[in-house]
């Protein structure tokens, strides 16, 4: 079985600053995705940046980030110029590349961000 | 728009009761999903569903049930058998089994048990 590992609970970063969150995964799969979802106070669920685990380029969308390390098991996501309206929850996700089968998602616990002034 | 709606938005419950939550997406997708969120836990799959009139048990289907009779439509019934259904709900759809694809959240529904 698959495990995704968020070890920050917590997090707050000055409006204009960047900052990281951490995700470690544990699979013996090789092929998979990762994801990076926001759900802000709204609690809808929007996803911000996906990784194929096939392509060693890191993912960018925009502001946002990944740092993807395969050998060690690790995706974190880089948000830099901090907006208020990054203010939310983080999950990171993981999903084994099958065809055949739905794609199931497994979650971390997430990271709260708080953006401040 | 193209997306993925759930109603209610907020399910109070009495003990005992069945109740259903609505899912329907015009997404054109085949494959649907539910999943729950409980504080200080991440997402957990309830159901899924690959195909119309196809549905597997996800990782805590206990005390709930589904139907898939239609493409657009994923209803999710919270049984009286659901020891603690208090928590928040999302359904969730992606392209299908032919592809290993991001999957679409809706809005959430917010079950409270009385």
């Known amino acids: 079985a698959q495990t995704v590992t968020q070890s920050q609970p917590e997090m707050s970063v000055q409006e204009a600053e960047t900052v990281t969150l951490s995700c470690t995964y544990d699979?013996?799969?090789?092929?998979?995705?990762l994801f990076w979802y926001k759900q802000p106070p709204s609690r809808q669920m929007i996803l911000v940046i996906r990784q194929e685990a096939y392509k060693q380029q890191n993912a960018t969308e925009n502001r946002f980030s990944v740092n993807f390390q395969k050998a060690a098991k690790s995706f974190s996501l880089k948000i830099s110029d901090s907006q208020l309206g990054d203010t939310a929850m983080y999950f990171c996700a993981f999903m084994l590349a099958y065809t055949g089968t739905a794609s199931k998602l497994t979650f971390g616990t997430g990271t709260r961000l708080q953006v401040t002034l | 728009d193209g997306g993925i709606t759930q109603s209610p938005k907020y399910l109070f419950r009495k003990e005992g009761q069945n109740v259903t939550l609505s899912c329907e997406q015009n997404?054109?997708?085949?494959?649907m999903y539910w999943y729950r969120q409980d504080p200080g836990q991440g997402l957990r799959l309830i159901y899924y569903?690959?195909?119309?009139?196809?549905?597997q048990k996800g990782d805590i289907a206990e005390g709930y049930s589904v139907s898939r009779e239609k493409k657009e439509s994923f209803p999710l019934t919270v049984t009286s058998a659901q020891k603690n259904p208090t928590a928040f709900y999302l359904c969730?759809?992606?392209?299908?089994?032919?592809?290993?694809?991001?999957?679409?959240f809706g809005p959430g529904t917010r079950l409270t048990v009385l």
């Open positions: 569903s690959q195909i119309v009139n196809d549905f």
């Open positions: 997404l054109n997708h085949d494959a």
């Open positions: 699979t013996s799969e090789n092929n998979y995705y």
């Open positions: 969730a759809s992606s392209m299908g089994i032919a592809y290993t694809d991001t999957q679409y």
